[in-house]
């Protein structure tokens, strides 16, 4: 089973930045596409991007994440980042990572909570 760690995620006023780290075993990350989403309380959940494996390392997003938020990849890390700048309230939810294939690997999720 391969497991994705997440990390960053926590509580901020609106207007300030978090980087969410998505880290996975060896190479897995750079070999898949991974996305980035997001679930708040009593909602679907919503794809926030999505970054193409490293040969290509194109990225994605959905219409309403533009321009705040962006995908990238530390491939030395084997980790994959999502950095959120000026957050808004409507942005507290849990983020969650996934390599995407078959199967989907998915991290364990991390909470962020913007508070106004």
């Known amino acids: 089973q391969v497991e994705l760690v997440q990390s960053g995620g926590g509580l901020v006023q609106a207007g300030e930045s978090l980087r969410l780290s998505c880290t996975g075993p060896?190479?897995?990350?750079?070999?898949?596409?991974v996305g980035w989403y997001r679930q708040a309380p009593g909602k679907q959940r919503e794809n926030i991007g999505i970054?193409?494996?490293?040969?290509?390392?194109?990225?994605g997003y959905g219409a309403s994440m533009k321009g705040r938020f962006t995908i990238s990849r530390d491939s030395a890390k084997n980790t994959v980042y999502l950095q959120m700048n000026d957050l808004k309230p409507e942005d507290s939810g849990n983020y969650s990572c996934?390599?995407?294939?078959?199967?989907?690997?998915w991290g364990q999720g991390t909470q962020v909570t913007v508070s106004s």
């Open positions: 060896g190479n897995i990350l750079d070999l898949r596409s």
């Open positions: 970054i193409t494996p490293a040969s290509t390392n194109l990225t």
């Open positions: 996934a390599a995407l294939g078959t199967p989907v690997y």
